[in-house]
């Protein structure tokens, strides 16, 4: 059973531009998390998806930042107009179940994003 | 609002030596517990969770940690480190009822020979 995939696993972009980070979940998992992990610091929770659905997007930034995961593909992380300041390592989890917190999550191995 | 606070950015440890990686925690609603391992390079791979039951919870290599509500505290263990240990170990919370991991800042576990 393959793991949570990301990609792409670095980017680079320069300001302005806009950034588009996929994750494709393990099979029979419904449930997509992502998280942002700036440097030095531990990962902060951004949104939470199934299918189609944005459960919980407390987390985004109020601008430039959007999350969808469709009921075909893999979930994408879009990040517009992209600025120094978004330079970090995103990293998708997820589940089978969303059991109110009880559930293993499983991480992919982050996508590196690096503005110029 | 909850917090979780690693008390060492960084931990030294000779092979073969025990170890014990601080975690506490702040919340003002039941939470569950999670100790994850970052590998150089890779995303981050459960070790253990307490979800209730024992307080003393074993996870994978032979690692353990023991929840202690009074202190809200959740301190990772291991009586015998190897170099393949090394790496940045994370603590996290999730309050009951949501699906949201809040993580502490990491404790980068250093083994020498």
């Known amino acids: 059973n393959a793991g949570v995939m990301q990609n792409p696993r670095h980017l680079v972009r320069r300001r302005g531009q806009e950034a588009r980070l996929r994750c494709s979940p393990m099979?029979?998992?419904?449930?997509v998390y992502w998280y942002r992990q700036l440097p030095e610091e531990g990962l902060k929770f951004m949104v939470y998806?199934?299918?189609?659905?944005?459960?919980?997007e407390s987390g985004m930034p109020k601008e430039r930042f959007s999350a969808e995961f469709p009921k075909e593909g893999p979930s994408i992380l879009r990040i517009q107009q992209v600025v120094r300041g978004d330079s970090a390592a995103y990293f998708c989890?997820?589940?089978?179940f969303g059991q109110g917190g009880q559930e293993t999550q499983y991480f992919g191995p982050g996508t590196r994003l690096l503005v110029l | 609002a909850q917090s979780v606070t690693q008390l060492d950015s960084q931990v030294p440890v000779f092979e073969e030596a025990p170890v014990e990686l601080r975690c506490n925690y702040s919340s003002s609603v039941s939470v569950y517990l999670f100790w994850y391992v970052q590998y150089p390079n890779q995303g981050l791979q459960l070790l253990l969770k307490?979800?209730?039951?024992?307080?003393l919870v074993k996870g994978i290599n032979g690692f353990e940690a023991e929840f202690n509500k009074s202190q809200t505290s959740f301190h990772l263990r291991k009586p015998s480190v190897h170099i393949s240990d090394t790496a940045e170990y994370f603590c996290a919370v999730t309050p009951y009822n949501t699906d949201k991991l809040i993580f502490g800042t990491g404790t980068r576990l250093q083994v020498f020979p």
């Open positions: 099979k029979g998992h419904s449930h």
């Open positions: 989890a997820s589940s089978p």
């Open positions: 998806l199934q299918k189609e659905n944005i459960i919980d």
């Open positions: 307490y979800l209730s039951g024992s307080t």
